[in-house]
């Protein structure tokens, strides 16, 4: 099993460009999640799915979209990247929502 | 709003000695409570959780945690630490309520040889 792959593992974007961070699993994990970690501030959820074809928001969702089209993709789109958006990105899943999440290497973006 | 409180953001230890460090949530209803760590250059993994039961959990590496409910605590303890012990460590809550995973701001231990 690969586990938890995300790509890219670096980023850089200017202001207003969008771009799609993906993420996939192939441990045939119903929920998976997106976070971003920002110095000081730990890991803050970004929106989160728990199965194909279901998607909620998490705590810092604006400016972010996701979808679940399989079980095994859950990519995180910016619209339009803003200088706020610089952080550092981990994906994560696990076989139900309350078990052990499994994360990804991270995806570290930076908006110019 | 749910909250997870780290009050140690950076810890600096010698070898041998005994680490404890501090998380308290703020949700009030049924939670499910993890450690997860996170080695220089590696990826967040789980060091241990507690979903109901004995509240003194072990975790891998010889680190465990006590869930006091009274105090809403879920503090993580390792009796001698070890340098490759140097990490940056997080407190998560699971709120069966809000359906959402909530992570404290973390602590960086550095322990030193």
């Known amino acids: 099993n690969a586990g938890v792959t995300q790509t890219p593992k670096f980023q850089v974007l200017k202001t207003g460009q969008s771009m799609t961070l993906q993420c996939a699993q192939d441990?045939?994990?119903?929920?998976m999640s997106w976070y971003r970690q920002d110095p000081g501030m730990g890991l803050r959820l970004i929106h989160y799915s728990v199965g194909a074809g279901i998607t909620d928001q998490g705590e810092v969702p604006n400016g972010y979209n996701v979808s679940r089209s399989t079980t095994e993709d859950f990519p995180l789109r910016l619209l339009s990247a803003a200088p706020s958006q610089t952080s550092v990105y981990f994906c994560?899943?696990?076989?139900?929502?309350?078990?052990?999440?499994?994360f990804g290497p991270g995806t570290r973006l930076t908006v110019l | 709003a749910q909250s997870v409180s780290q009050h140690n953001h950076h810890v600096i230890l010698s070898e041998a000695a005994s680490l404890e460090l501090g998380c308290n949530y703020s949700y009030g209803g049924t939670v499910n409570l993890f450690w997860y760590v996170q080695y220089p250059g590696q990826h967040l993994q789980l060091l241990l959780k507690y979903f109901s039961g004995d509240p003194l959990v072990k975790g891998i590496k010889g680190f465990e945690a006590e869930f006091i409910k009274s105090k809403f605590s879920f503090n993580l303890r390792k009796p001698s630490v070890q340098w490759s012990d140097t990490a940056e460590y997080f407190c998560a809550v699971f709120s069966s309520g809000t359906y959402k995973y909530i992570f404290g701001t973390g602590t960086r231990l550095k322990v030193l040889a």
């Open positions: 441990m045939n994990h119903e929920y």
């Open positions: 994560a899943s696990s076989l139900t929502v309350t078990d052990t999440q499994y």
